[in-house]
């Protein structure tokens, strides 16, 4: 008799939790709630009959068997996806130019690109990742096919609403930036929206702070961040194990909601409107659900 065949949403959701490295963050990417991604994460342990993550207090880690299942887990979804792609997608060639919000693009871009590049293998991206403020001027340029930008949720803007989601302070774990006076920040140039809903929520608190720390890079502000230098806004799907969401007892408060918001520039081509189509698809769920 033949073992069952393995459900490929399961593991798709397990490869979401080896790269995130907690089920709450996986749960983010894969747009599910943490309680359905543990419910998955049970069902597969039970049909392999291994244990494939070691659960910590603030992290799971793959455990001797699940970093052998890993190897396998990456060929089903690599096999499955260029399977969809040969027999029920479209033929569509040509070169798509896409904007993208540093963050965004750090965090959720990678797994939406590859899942596009497996379903149209014959589209070519340019990627751009770069200040909203930049990506909104190269659209009105015509140098952007497809523009994702963030903008704060109670300013709105231009574009479709793709994503939307909490906006929060962020500090070292245990780290002490967070009681300095004045409050040493991590923010992006001016025009971001971050920066912007940051200097907004110190000003009604009257707390006062400094810029300690300006860079277009992500990872950059991060790192300071995480170096206890400063502390940064980030969505708080972003926040992880070794980070701690900064609240009314370190005398701050939540910074509103941001949203994702995407242009489209008319007439772009059919790739352009299947990349877009993707990407919608992507978060239709997770709005769904807020």
């Known amino acids: 008799m033949s ?12 490869l979401a939790i080896a790269e995130a490295g907690s089920f709450s963050a996986a749960a983010e990417r894969v747009l599910r709630t943490p309680s359905a991604v543990s ?5 597969l342990e039970e049909q392999l009959g291994r244990s494939l993550f070691e659960r910590l207090p603030r992290e799971v880690r793959l455990t001797a068997d699940g970093e ?11 096999v499955s996806e260029a399977a969809m792609a040969r027999f029920t997608q479209p033929k569509l060639a040509g070169l798509v130019r896409l904007g993208a919000h540093e963050d965004f693009g750090i965090h959720h871009l990678p797994t939406i690109l590859a899942r596009f590049a497996a379903t149209h293998p014959n589209v070519d991206l340019r990627v751009y990742l770069k200040p909203s403020e930049q990506l909104r001027r190269m ?16 300013d709105g803007g231009a574009g479709r609403l793709v994503h939307e989601e909490s906006l929060v302070w962020a500090g070292k774990r245990g780290g002490r930036a967070w009681q300095g006076d004045p409050l040493p920040m991590a923010l992006a140039e001016e025009g971001c929206a971050w920066r912007t809903s940051a200097l907004k929520s110190l000003t009604k608190l009257g707390r006062e702070g400094r810029v300690a720390y300006t860079s277009e890079n992500g990872k950059a502000l991060v790192a ?3 170096a206890d230098l400063a502390i940064t806004p980030m969505p708080a799907s972003g926040l992880a194990a070794g980070h701690e969401r900064l609240g ?11 949203q994702l918001r995407m242009l489209q520039k008319e007439d772009a081509g059919c790739a352009a409107e299947a990349l877009a189509d993707h990407v919608l698809g992507s978060f239709q769920p997770a709005m769904a659900a807020e």
Do not use: N, W
């Open 68 to 78: 052998v299942f890993h190897s396998y887990a990456e060929e089903i979804m690599r």
């Open 248 to 258: 009314k007892r370190h005398g701050l408060e939540d910074l509103g909601r941001y």
């Open 224 to 226: 300071a961040m995480e």
């Open 3 to 14: 073992a069952p065949a393995l459900d490929t949403d399961l593991v798709r959701t397990f």
């Open 139 to 154: 659209f009105e340029a015509g140098e952007l096919d497809v523009s994702l930008h963030t903008v704060c949720a109670f």
């Open 39 to 43: 419910m998955q994460m049970k069902r």
